[in-house]
């Protein structure tokens, strides 16, 4: 079993820049894939970022590839998401998710509870 808490998340202006993280239990945490998705109102949950379990492999959404970036601290259990030159587009609520690699929201195991993001322009 996994547990996660998503932090960081607020308000922030358009060009700003926030960093996220994911506090992971569970002894298997350095073991697991782990990726963020998002979900705007009125919209489905989409794929942002994943990362593999030592950080080997990366992919990225096309709406913030070069702007946003995952990265992992197994021996902390954390995931984080550092996000740059953020647009009114990316507001949405984060979710941190295990045990995946994929773009679905579907192929996830374990999800965290999510932190709100809010770019005002």
């Given amino acids: 079993q996994v547990q996660l808490v998503e932090s960081g998340g607020g308000l922030v202006q358009a060009g700003g820049s ?3 993280s994911c506090a992971a239990s569970g002894r298997t ?3 697991l894939p782990m990726g963020w998705f998002r979900q705007a109102p009125g919209k489905e ?3 942002v970022a994943a990362i593999t379990w030592n950080g080997g492999a990366i992919r990225y959404a096309d709406s913030v ?3 946003f ?3 992992r601290d197994n ?3 954390t995931v984080y998401l ?3 030159s953020l647009k009114p587009e990316d507001t949405a609520v984060y979710y941190c998710a295990a045990g995946a690699w994929g773009t679905s929201h579907r192929e996830y195991a374990y999800w965290g509870q999510g932190t ?3 770019v005002s322009s």
Wanted: glycine letters at 0%.
């Fill in 65 to 67: 590839k070069a702007r």
């Fill in 29 to 31: 945490f350095s073991s």
């Fill in 75 to 77: 021996a902390k259990n």
């Fill in 45 to 47: 949950r989409e794929f």
């Fill in 69 to 71: 970036t995952i990265s």
């Fill in 18 to 20: 926030l960093r996220l």
């Fill in 82 to 84: 550092q996000m740059n």
């Fill in 116 to 118: 709100q993001v809010t």
